[in-house]
């Protein structure tokens, strides 16, 4: 067989493995649990409690919950696919120095919670946090799902089913496929997609103010994957552009984040 036929018939190998790879393990590239179940406290938040919270299908999830000041807000906070509660400790400080409150969910198979991670079961820990929150007295209308990176899938979805105030994402996308598609443009990723988070058919159903965040720069989930979502999403709106800023944008506009919560529930 001639070399350039050997060549071609290597490459297509090389690239078929690699395909296989991509699609046997592609939620081992999609979910990064990692770190220590900590508590609030050992974590550097003193007014947090460590809770579990029961899904309907038998897993137990860790939590960690700051109940509101009089008059405040909750947060149901959905973090993104890197890590565990205690990387969000500076973050968690700030949103609830003010008096709001705070419900974070760490998903199953991520430290703290049994478990394993799909888009299905994430949405069912949504359910059970979402429950577990009307259960501590909290009325929907003081309610504020937030949402952070691949966390935005879920918050838009719990969003898109029940009653909130407010929905906030940091660094949203339209959907994983289209994020996934723009990485690996060289294989066929859309339809061997397992979890690919369709947030773009389901912003539409939300009835609660939007805010949404991102960074010009954003290698992770281009700018261009959050506006295709704000363009779906229905009035009241509003979009945060960071100029330059890279992946989860929001620390560096907390106070205007906190501005508009106050400004919008209350």
């Known amino acids: 067989m001639p070399l350039i036929k050997w060549l071609a018939l290597l490459g297509l190998v090389t690239y078929l493995a690699a395909l296989g790879i991509l699609t046997l393990a592609q939620r081992n590239f999609l979910y990064f649990p990692r770190g220590p179940a900590l508590t609030p406290g050992e974590a550097g938040l003193p ?34 696919n890197g890590g565990a509660l205690a990387d969000r400790i500076v973050r968690f400080r700030t949103l609830t120095e003010s008096g709001v409150g705070l419900l974070a969910v760490e998903y199953r198979g991520y430290p703290g919670s049994t478990g394993t991670t799909t888009e299905a079961g994430l949405h069912r820990d949504a359910e059970a946090a979402y429950r577990d929150v009307l259960g501590r007295g909290v009325a929907p209308q003081r309610l504020i799902i937030l949402g952070e990176s691949l966390g935005t899938g879920v918050a838009v979805a719990l969003a898109a089913r029940h009653e909130c105030a407010a929905l906030v ?61 704000f363009a779906l999403a229905p009035e009241p709106k509003r979009f945060l552009r960071i100029d330059a800023a890279g992946h989860l944008a929001m620390d560096s506009v907390l106070p205007q984040v906190l501005e508009w919560i106050g400004t919008t529930v209350g």
């Open 47 to 80: 007014r947090g409690e460590a809770t579990a919270i029961e899904t309907d299908d038998g897993e137990r999830l860790h939590a960690w919950f700051v109940p509101p000041a009089e008059g405040r807000p909750l947060i149901l906070y959905f973090h993104g």
């Open 169 to 229: 994402l940091d660094s949203p996308y339209s959907s994983v496929a289209d994020v996934a598609a723009a990485h690996y443009w060289m294989f066929p990723v859309r339809p061997l997609l397992r979890d690919p988070f369709r947030s773009d058919l389901k912003i539409g159903k939300v009835r609660a103010p939007i805010l949404m965040v991102h960074g010009s720069a954003d290698q992770i989930i281009p700018l261009r994957f959050a506006e295709k979502l």
